[in-house]
């Protein structure tokens, strides 16, 4: 059996235990046909880049399958005629990976708040640099404003 990875946007509107529903159902589909799913990841609403069917965000949800090429085929089209499934994905992969996806990866990164080895960038003066002399409007007056 081949490995896939799995993505569907589901509306934003559905509450998230639908969106669990949904993912049951894929479950069943690909189990009915001889397939299972290594792993689930729910990414949670997140905002899309673009508007999809007038929606501006949706449930992000990734699943990890181990199935033959007619399980995907099937969960695919039950997905596309689901009216609650914006968009999907699914792409072959040599190895499912283990552990957390990049995107989770990068949830608790966020999660970790500021950083005490990044210093107090942005704020104050430079030390390498002197300071500013303030401008004489008189002068900025002269020289060709309107």
Known sequence: MALYEHI???RQDVSAQ????????????I????GKIEKVEYWGVKTLA?????????????????????????????????????????????ALEAGQSAMMRK??????GDRPDRGDRGRGPRPDRPPRRPRDDAAASDEGGF
């Open 107 to 112: 949830r608790d990164d966020d999660d970790r």
């Open 31 to 34: 189990e009915s046909l001889g």
């Open 50 to 94: 673009y508007r999809i069917k007038k929606n501006r965000k949706a449930h992000f949800t990734l699943l990890n399958i181990d199935a033959p090429a007619a399980a995907i085929t099937e969960m695919e089209r039950q997905s596309s005629l689901n009216e609650d499934v914006l968009r999907l994905l699914t792409i072959r992969v040599e």
């Open 8 to 10: 569907y946007l589901a």
């Open 18 to 29: 639908q969106v669990e529903t949904l993912t049951e159902q894929f479950r069943g589909i």
